[in-house]
């Protein structure tokens, strides 16, 4: 997916909670292209019409071109003779019907990647609620971006080391971990999937009858591998320190090791391991 489509997918899902966080009845967005200081609304939600769809506003027209120059939340109790902002889309707007409006802007190291939109079909100043849902639903879709960017920055790293699995090299293997701990966060099943595979593709293929190791288990085995110690390895996973424990135990008796040097030995001639 381009960066734009990302977004687009990203503020799709999102639509259906800012309704529900906000209390407000429509909802809508789109995404800021890469390079490009415009937003393409192509999202909607409880609208009537469609005359909101693939509206394109650059940077610093209208309220969502605000919010974008500003890079926060702006709002209107009445759109169409707000003096905050410019005016080129009343048309659409009012054939809309809507009055009161807010935009937030979606930032991403510190770049816009989208604008969510939520608004009333009267005229009347926004609360606390729907400004604070609006808020809250954009940090989760920013939060949700920033993962997928670190995947994709992720692979593209790996791509130059898949085909010498086994190189003993140490960046790999910690790549191979960062990978391990961020295939959990990642909601999109297709790009999971594919940050497993490059995990397998930088491991030796197991020798038949290998020990079956829980996917848990592979995550803190995999985090050892880099020298990182109990308490870090709970941190980066979002375990107890206990929990990591327990996990390494059972990691250790099915490899038949002794000490976690053991295990890692045993869990890279068993192919689990890069």
Not at 12 to 25: E, F, W
Not at 109 to 123: E, N, P, S
Not at 130 to 139: D, I
Not at 209 to 237: F, H, I, K, M, Q
């Amino acid at each position: 997916m381009a960066a734009d489509a990302v977004a687009t997918a990203e503020i799709r899902g999102a639509l259906a909670g800012l309704r529900r966080a906000t209390g407000l009845p429509v909802a809508f967005g789109g995404a800021v292209g890469p390079g490009a200081a415009q937003i393409r609304i192509s999202e909607l939600s409880g609208t009537a019409t469609a005359a909101l769809r693939s509206l394109v506003v650059p940077s610093g027209t209208g309220l969502g071109g605000r919010a974008v120059a500003l890079g926060r939340a702006c709002a209107v109790p009445d759109y169409s003779s707000s003096r905050r902002i410019s005016h080129e889309y009343d048309a659409p707007v009012a054939a809309e019907g809507l009055r009161s409006v807010l935009a937030v802007p979606l930032v991403v190291g510190h770049r816009v990647r989208g604008v969510l939109y939520g608004a009333l079909r009267t005229a009347q100043p926004l609360g606390d609620r729907a400004l604070g849902g609006a808020v809250a639903t954009a940090r989760e879709v920013e939060r949700a971006l920033a993962v997928r960017d670190e995947a994709r920055g992720l692979l593209a790293a790996l791509r130059p080391a898949v085909p010498e699995p086994g190189g003993g090299r140490e960046h790999v293997r910690e790549a191979h971990a960062a990978l391990r701990a961020l295939a959990p966060r990642i909601a999109d099943p297709e790009l999971r999937a594919e940050l497993l595979a490059a995990c397998a593709l930088l491991t030796a293929p197991a020798p038949q009858g290998s020990p079956a190791l829980a996917p848990r288990e592979l995550d803190v085995l995999t985090w050892v591998a880099t020298g990182a110690t109990n308490a870090a390895v709970a941190d980066r996973l979002g375990l107890r320190p206990e929990t990591v424990k327990g996990y390494l135990r059972a990691a250790m008796r099915k490899l038949g090791a002794h000490t976690r040097g053991e295990a890692v030995t045993a869990a890279r001639r068993a192919g689990v391991l890069p």
